[in-house]
T-cell receptor, first 114, second 112 residues
Framework: NAGVTQTPKFQVLKTGQSMTLQCAQD?????MSWYRQDPGMGLRLIHY???????DQGEVPNGYNVSRSTTEDFPLRLLSAAPSQTSVYFC?????????????FGPGTRLLVL | AQSVTQLDSQVPVFEEAPVELRCNYS??????LFWYVQYPNQGLQLLLK????STLVKGINGFEAEFNKSQTSFHLRKPSVHISDTAEYFC??????????WGAGTKLIIKP
C-alpha cells in the first residue's frame, strides 16, 4: 500500500513550457485534489474530483487543467508555465464515506519556473 | 464564507516546555476541525480531528486540542515538546464539497 504518490519530486521549467504533474493513489478513494503551497499562504486548492469523470475548480484554477479518467490517477497539467506558478504542489485523496474523513497527502512536487 | 485564522506564524519554545498553537475559525455550518503537521520537506499528515462529542481531542505524538464553540477556537497543545516536534502545523475546517479550508500555518521552532 503506497498511499499517495507524486512524480516528479522536483522540476525546473522555462516560461511557456508545458508539463504534467502525476498523482496516483491505491486506497480506492473517491476524492482527490491538488493544492499549491506558498510561504505564508497555507494551502490553496487548485482543482478537485469526487470520482472518475468528475472534476471541479478550486480557489486558484487559472493556468491549470485536470482530468480523472480512473479512480487511481489525477494528473495536473500546466499548459503554459509562468513564474507565478513556482510553488510546491501537493496531491491529496480521501474517502467520501464520511464528512470527517482524513485527507492523505503525497510527498509534493517542487516546481521552479524561470 | 468559512475561514481559518492561525494567529502566530512562528512559535519558538524551549525543549520540554509546553506549547499552544492557536486557531480560530468561522463557520456557519456543522463544524469539522482538523490539525495537520508538515515535517520539513514532507507532505502533510493528520494530527487530530474534531467531528463531534467530547470537546477535548487527543492525537498522535502527545498532542491534544480543545474545541471551544463559544470562542470559535480549536487550539493545539502539548505539555512537553521535543526537538522532533519541529514542523509546521496547519489548522483546517471542513467546507462545502468535501473541501478543507486551511489556515496559513504556524512554524513550531524548538530551542535546545
Amino acid at each position: 500500500n503506497a498511499g499517495v504518490t507524486q512524480t516528479p519530486k522536483f522540476q525546473v521549467l522555462k516560461t511557456g513550457q508545458s508539463m504534467t504533474l502525476q498523482c496516483a493513489q491505491d486506497m480506492n478513494h473517491e476524492y482527490m485534489s491538488w493544492y499549491r503551497q506558498d510561504p505564508g499562504m497555507g494551502l490553496r486548492l487548485i482543482h478537485y474530483s469526487v470520482g472518475a469523470g468528475i472534476t471541479d475548480q478550486g480557489e486558484v484554477p487559472n493556468g491549470y487543467n485536470v482530468s480523472r479518467s480512473t479512480t487511481e490517477d489525477f494528473p495536473l497539467r500546466l499548459l503554459s508555465a509562468a513564474p507565478s506558478q513556482t510553488s510546491v504542489y501537493f496531491c491529496a485523496s480521501s474517502s467520501l464515506a464520511a464528512r470527517g474523513e482524513t485527507q492523505y497527502f503525497g510527498p509534493g512536487t517542487r516546481l521552479l519556473v524561470l | 464564507a468559512q475561514s481559518v485564522t492561525q494567529l502566530d506564524s512562528q512559535v519558538p519554545v524551549f525543549e520540554e516546555a509546553p506549547v499552544e498553537l492557536r486557531c480560530n475559525y468561522s463557520s456557519s455550518v456543522s463544524v469539522y476541525l482538523f490539525w495537520y503537521v508538515q515535517y520539513p520537506n514532507q507532505g502533510l499528515q493528520l494530527l487530530l480531528k474534531y467531528l463531534s462529542g467530547s470537546t477535548l481531542v487527543k492525537g498522535i505524538n502527545g498532542f491534544e486540542a480543545e474545541f471551544n464553540k463559544s470562542q470559535t477556537s480549536f487550539h493545539l497543545r502539548k505539555p512537553s515538546v521535543h526537538i522532533s516536534d519541529t514542523a509546521e502545523y496547519f489548522c483546517a475546517v471542513r467546507g462545502s464539497n468535501y473541501q478543507l479550508i486551511w489556515g496559513a500555518g504556524t512554524k513550531l521552532i524548538i530551542k535546545p
